[in-house]
């Protein structure tokens, strides 16, 4: 009689839940909730002695500059702390958890407030520099970023060891380890489902989030020193992730896309409400030209985005609108000699980039892939060299070569002179405010191409040829066809915009339309805000140019190392966040395989 013995299977217990710093739960908090109500308590004292660092940090019960943003970040931290204790009426600021929250909350406290003592200490010579106040904050935040990380979290096991590894696989394994408990530390819940609420109470909680959107573009475009302006995309970038931790930004997407054309006709009114902010033109100058470059990324979204095709020409659509439109408006360095009304110029320009669209895609949409991408970088070079030989030496006198086309009029539109400054309900409105409201109807026209092409049955067909161009073609679709259409409402689109860019920038040359450089907008820069963005929606591209055009902006102080600076801050995005800012739901799954689908998103993002 054999007896069978069977081995006695022993379970490895889960890691035990502890936090980063080993400081027990209680006093962990405490502390994150102590430091945090310090900081907001030192944003009232000063933090140096002399006014000579921006922003006055002098003055005594009264915060100003960076000092704002830390009283911001820290009271975010105390209001998070708050509701981890369960206090009553704050719990709806953490429908997926508070921890995670908290922890990005005392990092963006800390983070701009060191930043902060940092860049006193550097500008003025030693922390000799600072008063009470600053020491108190640092110490503060320090303390409250020590308890945060102290909140437990559950630890993933870890894989096990070779026991033939060598020693530098050992290191290997520990850190990859350790990178997922640090992954782990910031990981939440998923956000409960919003119930179904009162129309007009989910309408009011969208235009909170519109006015909130609009207070922080608006503080971000007008801030007016370099060390502000560095402290506001630490806090804000931060902050953001704090409340995107705790399920806030995943239930405001959900009340979002259950009034989505509400959601954009409110997003237009406070992008209408942004000149009524700024007391000059100065601001207003950077949000027409950011309408310009995110109204050509929307029309780019369209060949990349919905329809997969790599085009790295599609500036020298902009510059066919841009030319086509000013060489029909009355410039004296026109050959044409006429002067079209505004509407006619818009049609002319969209048609001429719409046939060109044609020529170029005809004979190269059956390549694919780097091979077509090739073809469109070489269009848009041939484009520029093109109009800088049209000068009557080299070829025919039509471009007026690099010096391109001239003294382009100003806009007068049924008796409104665009060049003048005009009162609206007591609001003086000048020059490129007047453009900003007329590019803003332009990209509500785009947006809403963008919106019916997209759900339509060609834009079914498009996205079938960018997910799997032979399984559509053996599905019956026309590939050709289908790509060629995407590929002229693109260049359309382009075009359109090009036209008011000739009027707000007075003049049209080749420079203007590279495939690269510093000054969007340009080739790499469009596909860039569309990559970022997150291709195949549509406020992705918007808010992708927005914050290309703005930073670059805003960096100039960094000089050669400018783009440097930009570059890495791609870098690292594009690493932790490869779907873009705004993925559709395709996308998000692709890159992230093992999160669940999101059930808000939709074509026009969150």
Known sequence: MTTQTTTPQTHTPAPAATGLVPLPEHIGRALALGGSVLAVISTFLAWTWTSAFPGDLT???????????????????????????????????????????????????????????????????????????????????LAALTGA???????????????????????????????????????????KPVGKLPAYAEILIIVAVLALGLTVFTYGIGTEYDELFIGFLISAG????????????????????RHQNITI????????????????DQYATIGVYILIFATVALGLNIVVGLAGLLDLGYVAFLGVGAYAASLVSGSQSSPFGVHFPFWAAVLVGALASLVF????????????????????????????ITANNLDGTSGPDITNGSNGISSIPDLDILGFDFSQQHDIAGFAIGRFANYFFLMLLITAIVVLVFRRSGDSRIGRAWVAIREDET????????????????????????GLAGTVQAHVTYTVTPEQYLFAGAIPPNSAFLLAA?????????????????????????????????????????????????????????????????????????????
């Open 530 to 606: 569309v990559v970022l963005g997150g291709m195949g929606t549509i406020s992705g591209p918007l808010i992708g140019a927005a914050l290309l055009y703005l930073i670059p902006n805003k960096l100039q102080f960094l000089g050669d190392y400018q783009l440097f600076a930009f570059g890495v801050a791609l870098i690292l995005l594009m690493r932790f966040r490869p779907e873009g800012l705004i993925p559709n739901r395709r996308r998000q799954l692709e890159f992230h395989e093992e999160a669940e689908a999101p059930t808000v998103l939709t074509k026009a993002g969150a």
């Open 357 to 384: 669209g044609v020529l170029i895609g005809a004979p190269t949409l059956r390549l694919r892939g780097d091979y077509l991408a090739i073809v469109t970088l070489g269009f848009g070079e041939i484009f520029r």
């Open 59 to 141: 003055v005594y019960g009264y915060p100003g500059g960076l000092q704002v943003l830390v009283l911001i970040t820290g009271a975010l931290t105390t209001l998070l702390c708050l509701s981890s204790y369960g206090v009553q009426g704050l719990g709806w600021l953490t429908p997926a958890g508070a921890d995670a929250a908290i922890k990005l909350g005392a990092l963006a406290t800390f983070a701009t407030t060191w930043y902060t003592v940092l860049a006193i200490s550097v500008d003025l010579g030693g922390l000799v520099n600072l008063e009470p106040g600053g020491f108190i904050v640092a110490i503060a935040t």
């Open 265 to 280: 006709c409110g997003a237009f009114v406070a992008a209408a409400l942004f000149p009524f902010t700024q007391t000059d």
């Open 238 to 257: 931060l902050g953001f992730a704090a409340l995107n931790k705790s399920g806030l930004v995943a239930q405001a997407s959900q009340i979002t896309s």
């Open 149 to 191: 990380l102290a909140l437990p979290f559950q630890r993933p096991a870890p894989d096990p060891i070779d026991p033939d590894d060598t020693g530098w696989e050992l290191f290997k394994h520990k850190a990859r380890h350790q990178r997922e408990n640090i992954k782990a530390a910031f990981t939440t819940g998923t956000a």
């Open 471 to 494: 399984a559509a073609l053996a599905m019956g679709i026309n590939g050709f066809r289908v790509k060629l259409i995407a590929f002229a409402v693109g260049a359309s689109l382009a």
